[in-house]
């Protein structure tokens, strides 16, 4: 069993940045690989950025956000981060963190995920 937490979520001016971290208990945390998600109002959840398992710790990112936002993971301590720079109105959306073991496709769809976190709210204002 894993249980994710996000942080770091919070209001910003557009042009901003702000950085999310996802804190995973439980074992082999770098046998998952990892999913950053995010869902506005009336919205359907939508993939932000992946990251894979293994040691090349390839890395995934929606159209929208790439060149913009960043993942990265530290094994050693458990986490998961998005890195969000030069944030837009359109970013607004409760970010949700997203784990599955050994996941080597289907990065982008949220039911490839089993683990999730509670999500962390982001508000950009223009």
Same mark, same amino acid.
Do not use: H
């Given at each position: #069993?894993? #249980?994710?937490?996000?942080? &770091?979520?919070?209001?910003? /001016? !557009? +042009? &901003?940045?702000?950085?999310?971290?996802?804190?995973?208990? +439980?074992?082999?945390?770098?046998?998952?690989? $990892? &999913?950053?998600?995010? /869902?506005?109002? +009336?919205?359907?959840?939508?993939?932000?950025?992946?990251?894979?398992? @293994?040691?090349?710790?390839?890395?995934?990112? !929606?159209?929208?956000?790439? +060149?913009?936002?960043?993942?990265?993971?530290?094994?050693?301590?458990? @986490?998961?981060?998005? /890195? $969000?720079?030069?944030?837009?109105?359109?970013?607004?959306?409760? %970010? %949700?963190? !997203? *784990?599955?073991? &050994?996941?080597?496709?289907?990065? %982008?769809?949220? $039911?490839? %995920?089993?683990?999730?976190? #509670? *999500?962390? #709210?982001?508000?950009?204002?223009?």
């Amino acid at each position: #069993q894993v #249980q994710l937490v996000e942080s &770091g979520g919070g209001l910003v /001016q !557009a +042009g &901003g940045s702000l950085r999310l971290s996802c804190a995973a208990s +439980g074992r082999a945390f770098s046998n998952y690989a $990892m &999913g950053w998600f995010r /869902q506005a109002p +009336g919205k359907e959840r939508e993939f932000v950025a992946a990251i894979s398992w @293994t040691s090349v710790s390839s890395t995934y990112y !929606a159209d929208s956000v790439k +060149g913009r936002f960043y993942i990265s993971r530290d094994n050693a301590k458990n @986490t998961v981060y998005l /890195q $969000m720079n030069s944030l837009e109105p359109e970013d607004t959306a409760v %970010y %949700y963190c !997203a *784990g599955a073991r &050994g996941l080597a496709s289907n990065w %982008y769809e949220p $039911m490839a %995920y089993r683990y999730w976190g #509670q *999500g962390t #709210q982001v508000t950009v204002s223009s």
